[in-house]
């Protein structure tokens, strides 16, 4: 139904940057919300940043600040530019859509992560 492949992974610095970046393709009416989560090794999963359709968004209280999400509803991306990267932010980053179907259904969708390190 909808496929996620995420990029812009990588190994960086404190204090410095990254962006990871998602698009879905599939079969679908459109895409409601797109959302970003991570998971730490010894943690669980927590959402970080997620934005609607119209371009509301919303943030976690420890990446606010930081962290910014954008989309593009005509290449269906979504995208999470990450500045003063901090080592508690290293975890593997996942996307997730919520894909509208034929007939109101709704199903939601997940890449298969992307990982970021912030060590020196």
């Known amino acids: 139904q909808v496929h996620l492949v995420e990029s812009g992974g990588g190994l960086v610095q404190p204090g410095g940057s990254l962006r990871v970046s998602c698009a879905a393709s599939?079969?679908?009416?459109?895409?409601?919300?797109m959302s970003w989560y991570r998971r730490a090794s010894d943690k669980v999963s927590e959402l970080v940043a997620s934005?609607?359709?119209?371009?509301?968004?919303n943030y976690a209280e420890a990446v606010k600040g930081r962290f910014t999400i954008s989309r593009d509803n005509a290449k269906n991306t979504v995208t999470l530019q990450m500045n003063s990267l901090k080592p508690e932010d290293t975890a593997v980053y996942y996307c997730?859509?919520?894909?509208?179907?034929?007939?109101?259904?709704?199903?939601?969708?997940w890449g298969p992560g992307t990982q970021v390190t912030v060590s020196s």
């Open positions: 934005i609607t359709i119209d371009g509301t968004t």
């Open positions: 599939g079969s679908f009416v459109s895409i409601g919300s």
């Open positions: 997730a859509a919520e894909t509208i179907l034929p007939y109101g259904k709704k199903y939601t969708g």
